[in-house]
C-alpha cells in the first residue's frame, strides 16, 4: 500500500493532462511510461528486430491481470474486445436457455445473448437481479459498476442467489477493473476492457474461465490458442491450450507492449489506495452537487457520478476545458487517480456559473 505522498509523486511522474479530464469511464489516460512503450514497440517493428518481447509483453499482462483478478494466470484469456469474450458463453448456451440481465446494460454485456435468436433473455432492474434469479436461469450476465451512472451491483447477493439456484454467473468489470477491487474466482466468467481504468491502450481485453472451462467451445480459436502456437499456423489446431489461453485471440501486439506498463503503474500504487481516491474525490462532488441543488443517481460508493438533466452541459463544458460525458442525457464524472480536488471543484464551479 503507497503512503499518500509517494502516490501522489508516482501519478504526477506519470500523467500531465491539459485539460480537466473527468472521463475515464470513456477512456482512461496513458500514462508516461505506457506512451514509451509504444514508441518503443512501433520502433521494434520499424526496424526489422524480433517481436519476442512483445509477444512476452502479453504474457506479462496476463499474469497482472490475474493477479488483479485474484485468479491463476491459467484462468486468463486475452482477446480484444468483452463483446467477443460475451460471444463465446453465449455460443455455449443450450437452445431454450435463460439469460438475466440489468436493464440498460452496456450493450457488449448483452448482445451476443440477443442476436442468438434461441436464448431467453430477461432484463431487470439492477437492483433487483439477485432476487429475480429463478429456478431455470441458466446465466446470470450484469456489469459490476454501470457504464451509464456508475450503480455498483451487489455482486454477494448475486452470487449466493445464483449458487442457491445452479445459475451460472457473468460479471463485466470493465467499468470497475482498476479501482474497485475484484474478486474474479467468486463468479464462473468475467471480462474487462483495459483501456478505462485499467489506462491501456484500445485493443485488449481479458476473459476468466473456470479451471474446467465452464463448457466453454474455443468458437474463435486460431493459432495462438494452440497448446504449442507455433506448432499451430497451418491446418486445424491439433491440441487445444491446456489453459485459459485456448479462448486467445490473436493479440495486438503494441497494445500489450503498453498496457504492460499501464498495469505496472496499478500495482505499484494498489488497487485499494486509488478506490479510497476515486471514491473521495466522487463522494466530494456529490456534496457539492447537493450544495447546488442538483440530485445524482445514487451509487454509494461508486468512482462514476451521473447527474439527470446536465448531459446538455456537455459540449460548453468540453470548450471550458472540462471533459466529461453526456450519457442518455446525464452528465457523467468519472474519477481516477489522476484527479485532484481542484478538478472536483472547477467542474462544480463550471456548474454553478
Given at each position: ?23 475515464t469511464?470513456?477512456?482512461?489516460l ?6 514509451a ?19 512476452e ?31 463465446v ?21 448483452l ?7 434461441d ?74 476492457v ?10 485488449a ?36 491450450a ?39 474525490l466522487?463522494?466530494r462532488?456529490?456534496?457539492g ?9 445514487p ?12 448531459g ?42
Amino acid at each position: 500500500m503507497e503512503t499518500t505522498q509517494t502516490f501522489d509523486r508516482l501519478v504526477r511522474a506519470e500523467f500531465a493532462p491539459r485539460s480537466t479530464y473527468l472521463n475515464t469511464a470513456s477512456n482512461g489516460l496513458l500514462p508516461a511510461r505506457t506512451v514509451a512503450a509504444l514508441h518503443e514497440a512501433a520502433v521494434l517493428r520499424a526496424e526489422g528486430r524480433p517481436l519476442t518481447p512483445l509477444h512476452e509483453d502479453v504474457e506479462a499482462c496476463r499474469a497482472a491481470y490475474a493477479r488483479l483478478a485474484g485468479v491463476p494466470a491459467a484462468r486468463v484469456a486475452v482477446g480484444a474486445s468483452v463483446a467477443a469474450h460475451t460471444g463465446v458463453i453465449a455460443a455455449s448456451l443450450p437452445a431454450g436457455a435463460e439469460v438475466l440481465t440489468a436493464e440498460d446494460d452496456f450493450t457488449s454485456v448483452l448482445n451476443p445473448f440477443h442476436v442468438r435468436g434461441d436464448l431467453k433473455v430477461r432484463a431487470v432492474p439492477l437492483e433487483r437481479i439477485a432476487e429475480s434469479v429463478r429456478p431455470g436461469t441458466a446465466l446470470v450476465a450484469v456489469s459490476a459498476a454501470q457504464s451509464a451512472d456508475g450503480r455498483v451491483a451487489d455482486l454477494a447477493a448475486l452470487r449466493e442467489a445464483a449458487r442457491e439456484h445452479d445459475a451460472r454467473t457473468y460479471v463485466d468489470f470493465s467499468q470497475s477493473a482498476g479501482w474497485l477491487p475484484m474478486a474474479a474466482d467468486a463468479f464462473d466468467f468475467s471480462a474487462s476492457v483495459s483501456f478505462k481504468w485499467l489506462l491501456g491502450p484500445h485493443g485488449a481485453a481479458f476473459l476468466v474461465v473456470p479451471e474446467d472451462f465452464g463448457g466453454l467451445t474455443p468458437v474463435l480459436a486460431g493459432w495462438v490458442a494452440g497448446e504449442a502456437p507455433w506448432d499451430s499456423c497451418y491446418g486445424p489446431v491439433q491440441e487445444l491450450a491446456r489453459s485459459a489461453r485456448r479462448f486467445d485471440l490473436t493479440p495486438a501486439l503494441f497494445t500489450f507492449a503498453g498496457l504492460r506498463r499501464s498495469l505496472e503503474l496499478i500495482e505499484e500504487l494498489g488497487v485499494e489506495a486509488v478506490h479510497a481516491h476515486d471514491v473521495a474525490l466522487a463522494d466530494r462532488f456529490r456534496a457539492g452537487l447537493a450544495d447546488l441543488g442538483h440530485t445524482p443517481v445514487p451509487a454509494p460508493g461508486s468512482a462514476i457520478v451521473s447527474v439527470p438533466g446536465l448531459g446538455s452541459r456537455q459540449g460548453g463544458l468540453s470548450r471550458a476545458g472540462i471533459e466529461v460525458s453526456d450519457r442518455a442525457g446525464n452528465l457523467r464524472a468519472a474519477f481516477h487517480l489522476y484527479n485532484t480536488t481542484d478538478d472536483v471543484d472547477r467542474l462544480l464551479g463550471a456548474l454553478a456559473g
